[in-house]
């Protein structure tokens, strides 16, 4: 695993300066925000050195200045997993303040290790954080030596609580990278959604855009008006198709069911095809009808643009949409669009047939 796709602790914190993160960061997590009050609670463990500082022999002031180390102990703990100390200054203090406990308590101060350790697991970032942790946790052995009668094997009680912070940063870097991941794959599916609509209304709208300028450029002699009408549709046509691209990239631009149907005809008696429409808006599904006027539209962009037809047939219905032409039929290899329309249709379900239709080619869309 490369730390350095790691944010400085496992749970969404913001990544460090130069950091190589290859996602956005993941939204605030609860224990950035509340991490220090989870911290504190745990402070309640601190009653065991506290109570030997008590039963130790030792002076009342120096029982003073050693119940002072330990709260400045569990202040800079607590401060250690805010945005207010860095971590590295919270261990340092820590540090020197359980070691100034040490003429008092002896070897009790092993009890402050959890403490040490849990922080480096939670806050260091990455490498330091294993070998901060792999130090605190040898600590505790000391406990075998038997020193002044502290309990033997206390690193069995010790060590779970370490290897718990350590689990603490293990599930928090996979869910990092699981996030990320999700994240890098709703970008490349956002980048294939706006790939394919771009595909979809530039091919349709540049298709129409061609055949008004063949078809103006035949009646520029013969009927000059037709001609200006034709010129200004491509005009319109094409103030349509820049605002539907900016509407695509935006992610505002749906489907119109109505829209495309009424258009379709136009734009093939444009290219010289006749249409046929079988059935209406009213007999679809409402809740298919914005993919089905994708495949409307792209099923007439291939007519106009391969098929060499001179009818089509467009029938609706409840269970989705029939496209037949009289052309050619099939040739060469599946295109972009086809595939487009095949993921827009599979996406919800649904199945897309392109078969020969005797002349001609059969687009069939079945939804459920």
């Not at 942790?133 to 690193?155: M, Q, R, Y």
């Not at 530039?202 to 063949?214: D, I, P």
């Not at 993919?291 to 089509?312: C, F, K, P, Q």
């Not at 269970?319 to 290899?333: A, C, E, Y």
């Amino acid at each position: 695993m490369d730390d350095r796709l790691l944010p400085a602790g496992p749970v969404g914190r913001t990544p460090e300066p130069g950091a190589d993160v290859t996602a956005a960061t993941l939204p605030d997590n609860p224990w950035e925000k509340w991490g220090w009050a989870f911290a504190a609670i745990w402070l309640v463990f601190l009653a065991f050195p506290v109570i030997a500082v008590l039963d130790s022999d030792v002076g009342v002031p120096a029982k003073g200045v050693a119940l002072v180390c330990i709260a400045g102990f569990a202040v800079a703990n607590v401060l250690g997993y805010s945005s207010r100390l860095s971590p590295w200054w919270a261990l340092g203090l820590m540090l020197v303040l359980a070691l100034a406990t040490v003429p008092v308590i002896g070897i009790g101060v092993i009890s402050f290790t959890p403490y040490l350790a849990i922080l480096s697991a939670l806050e260091l970032p990455g490498p330091w954080w294993k070998w901060a942790v792999g130090l605190w946790a040898a600590f505790p052995l000391l406990s075998l030596l038997d020193i002044d009668g502290f309990p033997t094997f206390f690193f069995l009680m010790l060590w779970p609580v370490m290897i718990g912070g350590v689990m603490l940063r293990l599930f928090g870097e996979r869910e990092y990278l699981a996030n990320a991941a999700l994240r890098e794959h709703a970008v490349v599916i956002e980048r294939e959604r706006v790939a394919r609509d771009v595909h979809d209304v530039l091919g349709h709208s540049l298709t129409a855009l061609s055949v008004k300028a063949e078809l103006a450029a035949r009646l520029v002699d013969v009927d000059p008006a037709r001609a200006k009408e034709e010129l200004e549709s491509i005009q319109a046509t094409a103030r349509q198709a820049l605002a539907e691209v900016r509407a695509t990239v935006g992610g505002l631009r749906a489907g119109n069911l109505e829209a495309e149907l009424a258009a379709a005809p136009r734009v093939l008696a444009d290219a010289g095809v006749s249409t046929r429409v079988v059935g209406g808006v009213a007999d679809t599904d409402p809740r298919h009808r914005a993919l089905l006027a994708w495949v409307l539209r792209e099923s007439v962009t291939n007519v106009v643009r391969h098929a060499r037809a001179g009818s089509v047939e467009i029938e609706l219905g409840p269970r989705g949409i029939v496209v037949t032409d009289d052309g050619v039929g099939l040739t060469g290899p599946e295109g972009n669009g086809l595939r487009g329309m095949r993921e827009r249709v599979s996406g919800v379900g649904g199945t897309l047939s392109v078969a020969p239709a005797d002349p001609g080619t059969r687009v069939e869309v079945g939804l459920p």
